[in-house]
């Protein structure tokens, strides 16, 4: 049997993921020093009304211990583990570490997803599917590779200091488009790694239509999702996915609320828009 373990960067809680036959491993976030498990001990709304206490979050992977009681679980069954991209947290580099730690690692297939939240959920949605039909592990792996190289992210923070203070952007440009009250359009670079600045814009507006070139000319259309998560601002959610049905009229579009973790990243008010090529 294949047993599927992933981690919350999909937005499924660990009660979701048991109705899907998924085995999820929460990441962490610290605020107002206590520690939280995202989804299971605090969630999105609760975490942002401590933020606009005035308090900074810090935010965590699941640890190898708890990925390792995940694998023990299931001592006589072929596992795959898909994780958030390597680079933006050491989720992947714990899933490996906690493979080694086995008697039989070989049984343990851990896959860089190269992304995060929504096209992340997708690629497990599309994994419990393929294990219904029966595909083997080293089927799903290559089916899952595939899929990786078709998705493409874009973060807008509504607030400069949270790239500014997680090293993504530097203090003076933070400072410098803080006063101008410019839009910041950030995308994961090639090797999916880490976050770099793909636009600026003076409107909202603008910023989304940026985003859509970048998806128009990358080919999409019916046959991708997007999706659109956003940290507690639906809202700007809806505005945004009027403005990108507006300019690709037949998008299967999908929104989510981000977790806390991803909220810690781009903040209170941040939007993330993202597309996959369907399966």
Partial sequence: MIRI??????????????T?????????????NRTYKEFEEIQSKEFVEIIKEGHLPMSSQPSIGDVLEIYNSYPDDE???ITM?????GTYNSACMAAQMLDNPERVSV??????????RYIIDI??????????RL???DIVNEMIENSKSFLMPNDFDYLVRGGRLSPLVGKVGKVMKLVPVMTLTEDCKKLTKFATKRTFSKGIEAICKSFIE???????????????????ANNAKKIILDNIPNADVELFELSPVFITQGGPGCLAIQMIKKY
């Fill in 5 to 18: 373990v992933t981690d919350s960067s999909t937005l499924y809680s660990v009660s979701q993921g048991k």
């Fill in 20 to 32: 899907k036959g998924i085995n999820i491993a929460p990441l962490s976030v610290t605020i107002d």
């Fill in 79 to 81: 596992i795959i583990n």
């Fill in 85 to 89: 991209a390597d680079g933006l947290s």
């Fill in 111 to 120: 896959i860089n997803s190269k992304t995060l939240c929504g096209p992340h």
């Fill in 127 to 136: 994994v419990v599917k393929l294990v219904e039909m029966n595909k083997t």
């Fill in 139 to 141: 089927e799903i792996v």
């Fill in 218 to 236: 990358s080919g999409v259309d019916e046959r991708y999702k997007i999706y659109i998560t956003h940290g507690c601002a639906e809202e700007l």
